[in-house]
């Protein structure tokens, strides 16, 4: 299990092993999870003290190492990590940590390889002048005594002496609950059969999709879909899962009357909704929407319409109405283009419809970037955490986002454009994951994005617990303000996020 980025220190610059750091034949230097290593970014020439991260329990943490070969190539390097171990005598145990190698993709536009992938730490070359950043994550158990917890990480090249850099992971007191406070829609649609070399139909081919299912919902992640039929008695355990924020009834509004009234008997109804209707341009969309709600409220009023808007004004037919006119009253999750709140109508009509009782999601895709942050390839690291903080400062408590394996030009090690017939310069769009086939995994790989998109959804957490603990939003609110000043303004720095989130992890320490 790989878990996500939180925060990284870097300290007091001292020397490793050799005195003349000019001497060094490779250096090795800590990088936040939110900053993107590429091959060329100059090392930072200065052994350091140590590596140093923060978390709660029940939280998913990392950070990189960067190694910089200089002069010539570095083989067969190995990391390797020691027990994390309070000065008390507990110790994290070593199945809570796993080590990635940050693997690169090629982006045609840019001309250049960009970081994304984390695949399997195996031995691996460093060549002359390049860097190779490995990605070092735990999960942190419920049960952890607080405080820090230290170890040491050992580099070693087979044509090289070996390093050795100290590692501090800080335990907070204070737990995340495994209920996610952001609900999302995630679909795990596409060609991953193909792509992993597994027959259709086959009981491998079941337990794969189920592995994916599996691998986002750690990652705090929600699928659209289950991973087997709503109506089977399979769904049980996965409409149980505390975990689990949302999912979809399939279909188009007609739903089986006996199947909402198990869901409703068992206590899953409140994280169901019906979507047949997607970004309506045209009077008869929405039509269809007061259609699929007048039945609705006609045989399950508490079941809920998820609808997408990504204009404030759908048409010419609208005569100037906005959509949250033209669909009132027949939908109950109101889902804009997150760059519509950049309009103050739109903030304002959303606000109304959440103190009506309705949830106020938005979604991000593959257009109006920049300045909107994203989940493209392209992105500064820091853009998927960023959406989670400008979610809790307009009062959005969903996101959906439209594709994780949506591979549609190709494997996607070679071709991370994932619309390459409509937008072949927009990255990483719809393809969050990577196939594990290519790297001898059965299931996905992950990506840097991916981890950040988790780490965004625990920030959030971050925030909620504070506004609960403290008795107001607006203790929350203030600290959001240090990260993000709008939908356009935001914070590119990495340590200046991490700051306000450290900040927030002492006050819900105490």
């Known amino acids: 299990m790989l878990p996500v980025a939180r925060r990284y220190v870097l300290l007091i610059p001292v020397m490793i092993l050799i005195s003349n750091t000019a001497t060094l034949a490779y250096v090795i230097w800590p990088a936040s999870s939110m900053e993107k290593i590429f091959r060329d970014t100059p090392a930072r020439h200065m052994p350091t003290k140590g590596l140093k991260l923060y978390a709660a329990r029940n939280e998913h943490i990392a950070g990189q190492l960067v190694i910089s070969a200089q002069e010539k190539p570095l083989s067969q390097v190995e990391v390797a990590m020691s027990p994390l171990r309070h000065s008390r005598g507990y110790e994290l145990s070593p199945q809570a940590v796993s080590l990635s190698l940050v693997k690169y993709v090629y982006l045609g536009a840019h001309d250049r390889d960009y970081p994304d992938p984390l695949a399997p730490l195996r031995p691996f070359d460093v060549k002359a002048g390049q860097n190779q950043p490995v990605w070092l994550a735990w999960v942190i158990p419920k049960n952890t005594p607080p405080g820090p917890y230290k170890g040491r ?42 792509y992993e070399g597994v027959a259709d139909g086959s009981a491998q081919a079941s337990a794969l999709v189920k592995r994916y299912y599996e691998f986002l919902l750690e990652r705090r992640i929600s699928v659209r879909d289950l991973p087997v039929a709503l109506d089977s008695p399979e769904a049980a355990p996965y409409l149980s899962d505390p975990r ?20 409703e008997q068992h206590g899953w109804l409140d994280k169901a909704y019906i979507r047949v209707v997607d970004e309506p341009k045209k009077a008869e969309r929405f039509a269809k929407i007061h259609q699929i709600g007048k039945a609705m409220r006609a045989s399950h009023p508490d079941l809920r319409q998820l609808v997408c808007f990504n204009r404030k004004v759908p048409g010419e037919f609208a005569g100037g109405k906005p959509f949250w006119k033209l669909a009132d009253n027949s ?26 009782g309705d949830e106020v999601w938005w979604y991000v895709c593959c257009s109006r970037r920049p300045p909107y942050p994203n989940f493209l390839t392209d992105c500064d690291g820091i853009e998927p955490r960023i959406v989670f903080w400008q979610m809790w400062k307009y009062r959005v408590v969903g996101i959906l986002y439209w594709g994780v394996v949506a591979w549609r030009s190709g494997d996607p090690w070679e071709n991370p454009a ?25 299931g996905p790989v992950t990506s840097f994005r991916l981890e950040n998109i988790r780490d965004g959804i625990e920030d959030y957490q971050y925030l909620y617990l504070l506004a609960c603990k403290s008795g107001s939003r607006q203790v929350s609110d203030k600290r959001v303000d240090g990260v993000v000043k709008s939908l356009e303004t935001y914070t590119r720095e990495a340590a200046t996020l991490d700051r306000v989130r450290n900040h927030i992890g002492r006050l819900l320490s105490r």
């Open 153 to 194: 990480v050992t580099v070693s090249a087979e044509n090289e002496p070996a390093h050795t850099i100290p590692i501090s992971v800080n335990i907070w007191n204070f737990t995340l609950p495994d209920e996610p406070i952001v609900r999302n829609a995630f679909t795990l649609s596409g060609p991953i059969l193909e």
């Open 244 to 263: 689990l924020s949302s999912y979809r009834i399939p279909g188009e509004g007609n739903v089986e009357p006996g199947l909402i009234n198990r869901l």
């Open 331 to 356: 939908v109950q999750i109101w889902c804009p283009f997150a760059p519509l709140f950049s309009d103050p109508a739109v903030r304002e009509a959303m606000a109304q419809r959440a103190e009506a």
């Open 418 to 442: 994932g619309r390459v017939d409509k937008y072949p310069e927009r990255y990483g769009d719809g393809m969050l994951l990577y196939p594990g086939k290519t790297v001898g995994v059965f």
